[in-house]
């Protein structure tokens, strides 16, 4: 036997066992759920930021009232370890006070206007929700008040870690098969996973990479999956992501495929007549009234 047949078969061997080995992820009851709806699921980007104040009452209110399927927020924790629902890490951009959340009790937090900046999306001098009442709320309230929704959840707190505070809400509002957890932090989200593995969560930034090189490469059946959902833009850093062969390893692997953010009619329109599961969007609203139409 020729040397060339023998590396051949050695790759044909590693081949058919990477492949057994990397079989689909088991279905949760949150991508059971996704798939009963039976079209895209509209996800509310931080309950609609270019409707209301970015993850707000007021935001995750009008985004459940228009019909969304899945509301999205970010997660940091206060000083006194209460979770709350905010994009960055500080208070300056969104509210009118200054410093940063993890330096505040939830009290001290109640006093800053939430909706002061907004919008933040685009000018608008207007400002219409200053002085409005409008608050950084607890996660607890979010989950109290739409226990039947979706959650798409993302940990933005790194250090301390609260991935075991999250796990613990969610169960404690027994709500960990309506939640899909996201961070763009490998280990923040493997600390979650340890933490709460009935929970379904999507792939980090660093572990979308190793999926797309295998899918472009067209060994995407040798892909292990870690995560039910994969969560990516039109393209990064220049590369589209967004491929038939992405599409087919994804779903292949029983993940759900989401593309963010996803904001004007047009790109909504073209998004939508890919295969995608999901969009992922500031202005619901838009995405809403395309699905009534079609």
Known sequence: MKRW?????????????????????????????????GRPLVIAHQGGDGLRPSNTMAAFSHAVELGVDVLEMDVHS????VLVTIHDS????????????????????Q??????????LYEDPAFPYRDQGVTIPALSEILTTFPELLFNIELKQQSP???QDLCDLLREHNVADQALVASFHVD??????????EVATSLAQNEVIPMIVLARLGLGLTYPPQAHALQI?????????????????AHRKGLQLHAWTINEVDDLERILNLNVDGIITDYPDRMLTILENN
């Open 5 to 37: 047949q023998i590396v051949l078969g050695g790759f044909i061997v590693a081949y058919g066992i990477a492949v057994l080995i990397a079989r689909p992820i088991a279905p949760t009851p949150w991508t059971q759920t996704a798939e009963q709806i």
């Open 188 to 197: 923040t989200i493997k600390a979650f996973r340890a933490a709460c593995p």
């Open 78 to 81: 206060t000083s006194d370890g």
């Open 90 to 109: 500080t208070i300056d951009r969104t509210t009118n006070g200054s410093g940063a959340v993890q330096d505040f009790t939830f009290a001290e937090l």
């Open 233 to 249: 833009p039109e393209e990064r850093f220049g590369i589209a992501l967004m491929k038939s062969t992405v599409f087919r390893t």
């Open 161 to 163: 870690s609260i991935a």
């Open 111 to 120: 006093t800053f206007d939430a909706g002061y900046n907004w919008p933040t």
